[in-house]
C-alpha cells in the first residue's frame, strides 16, 4: 500500500506510471489515477493528454479521490487492464482503465473506458478532464453538457462521456465534475477520439463490455506465449508491454511511447523515442521468436524489411511507425518540460547520423528469421546480400555508434564488431541458400574486421575497448557475448565483461560509457546494460552470478513490473523514456538465455 | 475513337506505369510496389504474390481504359491532352481513394488506421496519397497515371 502525493511541481514520478494501449497508441497513468500522456490518434501524433511535459498546460484526466487516500495498483493477471484500488477513510474504490480493442466492428477510432467500482463504504472522485491538443499549445474548445463532451481542433476531437456523476460541467477550457461511488456501485467514463473523420459515441454497457473483451484478448494473447521458466512473470508482463508498444497497422515497435523524459532531473537530454530503431531489430526478432509470438516476428519483420527498402542498401537509424524516414527534430518551446528539464523535442535527428551497428542487427534479425523456420522472398534476399555487400565498401569508415552520440564521428569498436556480425551472419544466410553466394568476398573482410578489432581494440585490463582511440569501458560491448563474437569460454570476452563490470557497473546498475559523448549533462545508469551483463555472464559461464544479478534488477522494476530507460543508482528515480521496449527486450532476452544457461549440463 | 485503340493504349500505358513505379523503387524514390501490394491480397508468398500482383495490375489497367473510353465516347471527345487530364485525376483517386482507403480494407495482409492490437498484418498501410512508402511516391504515381492517361488517349483518337 503506497501514500503518494504528487510533488509541489505537479510532476508524479516516472516510476508512478503505469502504461495502458491499444497497438496504435497508449496512455500513461498516474498512481493517482491521473492520465498525463496520450497521443492522438497514433504514437507519434501530437500529445492531447501531455501533463507529463508541462504540468500546468500540458492536458490531463484526472480520476483522483477528493480525501486522502492510500493506493495499490496491479495489472490484472496476463493482461494489459490496469486496476487501481483506492482506500480512504470513508471507503475503497478500484478503477479499472484499457484502452479498447473492437477489431473492424463499429466503436470509437481510439477509446480509454475507466470503470469505477465501490469496494466499501462510500467514496468521492473527482473528474477534471482538460484536453489540450497539439502538445499543449491549443486549449480545446468543449460543447456538451450532461453525461457527454466533444472537445475539437481542426480535425481532431475528443468526446468524454460519463456515467455515474454526481455533477458535470465546463469550466475554463474544461471539464469537471465528482463521481460519488458507493460499495456495489459502478461508474464509468470513456474518452473516445476521432482524427478526420465523425466521432463514434457509445453507452455505459457497451463501453464496459468492451473493457471485458479487451482484457479477454489480453489474456488469450499472453497465454499464447511459449516461455516457461525463471522469471516468468517478468517475462511475461514485458511481452505484454512490447505488445503495447507494437503499432499494429504496421508492425513496427517504437522504441518508447514518451517523448522527452529527460535522462537527467533538469537536464538537456530529452529525446524523442516514438520511433522504431534498426538498431533493436536483432533484439525485437530474437525476444518475440524466444516468446513464441511468430505472427508479431511476421509482422515486425515485413515491416522492416519493407520499410528500409527506401534507402536500401543504405539504412536508416529510424522511421516512423508509418515508415516514413523524416522525422526532424525541432524544440516544444511551449513546454516547460518534464520537471523544468528542456528542451522538449519532438523528432529525432539522430536519423541523420551513419551508425554502422544497425547493419549487423538487420542481418542477424534476417538470420534469425531464416533460422526459425521462416523463408524469405527472393526481392528479400537480394536486399539482404546488397546491404552485406554496402558494410564490405563501408566498415572502415567512422560514424556515431550505437550510443548515437554527438561528438564526431569516430572508430567505435562495437560498430566493427557489428560490422563483422553483418557479414558473418550474411555468409550464414548464403551458406543456407537463403540469400545470393557472394561470401569469399564477406568472408574476406569479415576477417579483415576481427583483425582490427582484436589487433587494435583491445586492452589486457579493460577487455574490448570504446574505440581505438578511447582505451575505456564500454556497455555496448556486451553484445559480443550475446552476438557470437566468440565461444563464451574466449578469455578475451571473459575480460570485456570483467572490464565493464568493474569499471561500469554501480551496483546492479551499469552505464552504458564515462567518457565524452558531445552533449552537456549526465545521465542514469543504462537499464538495457544491466541485463546485457546477465545475459553475458550467463553465456560465458557464470550462471550464479548472472541469476543473482537478474534477481536485484528484477526487483527494480516499479510496482506494475514496469522499466525505464535508466535509472539512478543513488535514489532509484527512474529516468529517460518509459516504458522503455530496449529494456524488456534485453529483459526478455537475459531471462531466456539464463534459462538456456541452467538447462546446459 | 476506338475501343481497340483505348484497350490497346491501356496496355501499353499499363507497361509504362509499371515501369515508371518499378524504376522509382529501384533508385529508392519510393517504397510503392504495386504488385506486391495487389498479389499479397492473394498470397503470402512474395514471389508468387508479385506474378500475380503483375497481372492483376494489367487486368485493372485494361478495366481503367474502358472507363477511359466510356468517358471519350460520352463527351464526344478523347486525345492526349484530354486523356492525361483524365489520367491526373485518376492518379489522385488511386492515391486518395482506391488505394489509400479501398485497398486496405479489402486486402486481407494490409493495416488500416483501425487496426489494433488483436491484429498482426504484414502490410503497413499506404496512408493518404500513398505518403508513407516515401514523400515522392505520390509524383511518382501521378506521372505515372499521367502518362497512363495520355498513352490511352493518344491511342483510343487514333494517335
Known amino acids: 500500500m503506497m501514500l503518494r502525493v504528487r510533488e509541489a511541481d505537479g510532476y508524479a514520478p516516472i516510476r508512478d506510471y503505469a502504461i495502458v494501449g491499444d497497438g496504435r497508441t497508449a496512455a500513461l497513468i498516474g498512481l493517482d489515477g491521473s492520465v498525463d500522456w496520450l497521443c492522438l490518434p497514433d504514437f507519434d501524433s501530437p500529445s492531447v493528454l501531455g501533463r507529463l511535459l508541462d504540468a500546468g498546460k500540458g492536458g490531463r484526466l484526472e480520476l483522483t479521490p477528493v480525501e486522502p487516500f492510500q493506493v495499490t495498483r496491479r495489472y490484472r493477471s496476463g493482461s494489459n487492464v490496469l486496476e487501481t484500488t483506492f482506500e480512504t477513510t470513508s471507503g475503497s474504490a478500484r478503477v479499472s482503465d484499457a484502452m479498447t480493442l473492437l477489431g473492424t466492428r463499429l466503436g470509437p477510432a481510439r477509446e480509454l473506458v475507466r470503470r469505477v467500482e465501490g469496494l466499501s463504504g462510500t467514496v468521492r472522485v473527482r473528474v477534471v478532464f482538460e484536453p489540450r491538443f497539439d502538445y499543449g499549445r491549443r486549449a480545446a474548445r468543449i460543447a456538451g453538457g450532461g453525461s457527454r463532451f466533444v472537445a475539437s481542433h481542426r480535425a481532431d476531437a475528443v468526446s468524454l462521456s460519463v456515467w455515474g456523476a454526481a455533477r458535470t460541467e465546463v469550466e475554463n477550457g474544461r471539464v469537471v465534475g465528482e463521481l460519488v461511488v458507493a460499495a456495489g456501485e459502478t461508474a464509468a467514463l470513456s474518452i473516445g477520439a476521432a482524427h478526420a473523420e465523425p466521432l463514434v459515441f457509445s453507452g455505459r454497457d457497451e463501453a464496459l463490455d468492451r473493457l471485458e473483451e479487451t482484457d479477454r484478448f489480453w489474456r488469450e494473447w499472453s497465454a499464447r506465449g511459449t516461455y516457461e521458466g525463471p522469471w516468468q512473470k517478468a517475462v511475461v508482463r514485458s511481452a505484454l508491454t512490447l505488445k503495447l508498444l507494437v503499432y499494429a497497422p504496421s508492425g513496427a515497435i517504437v522504441a518508447a511511447p514518451t517523448s522527452s523524459l529527460p535522462e537527467e532531473i533538469g537536464g538537456t537530454r530529452n529525446w524523442d523515442y516514438r520511433y522504431a530503431w534498426v538498431r533493436d531489430a536483432c533484439w525485437t526478432t530474437a525476444a518475440l521468436l524466444r516468446l513464441g509470438y511468430h505472427d508479431e516476428v511476421d509482422a515486425f519483420f515485413w515491416w522492416l524489411m519493407h520499410t528500409t527498402r527506401l534507402t536500401q542498401p543504405r539504412l536508416g537509424v529510424l522511421y516512423r511507425v508509418n515508415g516514413d524516414p523524416n522525422v526532424s527534430e525541432v524544440t516544444l518551446d511551449q513546454l516547460s518540460g518534464y520537471r523544468a528539464s528542456k528542451p522538449v523535442r519532438i523528432g529525432n535527428d539522430a536519423r541523420n547520423q551513419l551508425q554502422l551497428d544497425v547493419y549487423g542487427s538487420l542481418l542477424h534479425a534476417v538470420w534469425l528469421y531464416v533460422d526459425a523456420g521462416h523463408a524469405v522472398s527472393r526481392d528479400t534476399a537480394k536486399e539482404a546480400a546488397k546491404i552485406a555487400d554496402w558494410v564490405v565498401e563501408n566498415w572502415q569508415r567512422a560514424d556515431a555508434g550505437i550510443w548515437e552520440t554527438r561528438s564526431p564521428p569516430t572508430h567505435y569498436t562495437q560498430s566493427k564488431a557489428m560490422c563483422w556480425v553483418a557479414l558473418d551472419r550474411a555468409c550464414a544466410l548464403a551458406d543456407r541458400g537463403a540469400i545470393p553466394d557472394r561470401s569469399a568476398r564477406w568472408r574476406t573482410a569479415a576477417n579483415e574486421i576481427r583483425s582490427f578489432v582484436e589487433e587494435r581494440a583491445f586492452d589486457e585490463e579493460l577487455g574490448y575497448v570504446r574505440a581505438p582511440a578511447l582505451r575505456e569501458s564500454d556497455a555496448s560491448l556486451l553484445t559480443l557475448a550475446l552476438l557470437d563474437w566468440s565461444s563464451g569460454a574466449d578469455p578475451r570476452l571473459i575480460t570485456t565483461v570483467d572490464g565493464v563490470r568493474r569499471q561500469l557497473a554501480r551496483g546492479p546498475l551499469v552505464d552504458r560509457y564515462r567518457g565524452q559523448d558531445g552533449l552537456e549533462g549526465d545521465e542514469g545508469a543504462f537499464l538495457t546494460c544491466s541485463f546485457w551483463l546477465v545475459d553475458a555472464l550467463a553465456r560465458t559461464g557464470r550462471h550464479g552470478e548472472a541469476a543473482e544479478l537478474m534477481d536485484e534488477l528484477v526487483s527494480l522494476a516499479n510496482d506494475v513490473g514496469l522499466y525505464s530507460e535508466e535509472l539512478d543508482p543513488a535514489s532509484g528515480a527512474f529516468l529517460g523514456n518509459f516504458p522503455q521496449a530496449l529494456s524488456h527486450l534485453a529483459l526478455v532476452n537475459a531471462a531466456v538465455s539464463l534459462a538456456a544457461s541452467e538447462s546446459r549440463p | ?159
Do not use: C, K
Not at chain 2, 29 to 35: E, G, H, K, L, W
Not at chain 2, 121 to 150: C, D, I, K, Q, S
Open chain 2, 1 to 159: 475513337m476506338t475501343l481497340w485503340g483505348a484497350l490497346a493504349g491501356g496496355l501499353v500505358g499499363t507497361v509504362l506505369l509499371s515501369t515508371t513505379v518499378r524504376l522509382a523503387q529501384e533508385i529508392g524514390v519510393t517504397r510503392m510496389d504495386i504488385p506486391l501490394l495487389l498479389g499479397t491480397a492473394f498470397t503470402e508468398n512474395r514471389s508468387r504474390a508479385n506474378l500475380i500482383g503483375y497481372g492483376v495490375h494489367f487486368v485493372n489497367g485494361l478495366v481503367f481504359s474502358l472507363v477511359y473510353a466510356g468517358v471519350f465516347e460520352a463527351t464526344g471527345r478523347a486525345g492526349w491532352l484530354f486523356g492525361a487530364g483524365l489520367g491526373l485525376v485518376h492518379g489522385l483517386f488511386a492515391g486518395g481513394v482506391l488505394v489509400n482507403v479501398l485497398l486496405p480494407a479489402l486486402h486481407p495482409r494490409m493495416g488500416t488506421s483501425w487496426t489494433d492490437a488483436s491484429a498482426t498484418p504484414l502490410l503497413e498501410p499506404p496512408g493518404f496519397l500513398l505518403l508513407n512508402y516515401g514523400r515522392h511516391t505520390v509524383l511518382v504515381t501521378l506521372l505515372g497515371h499521367v502518362a497512363y492517361g495520355t498513352i490511352v488517349g493518344a491511342f483510343a483518337a487514333g494517335l
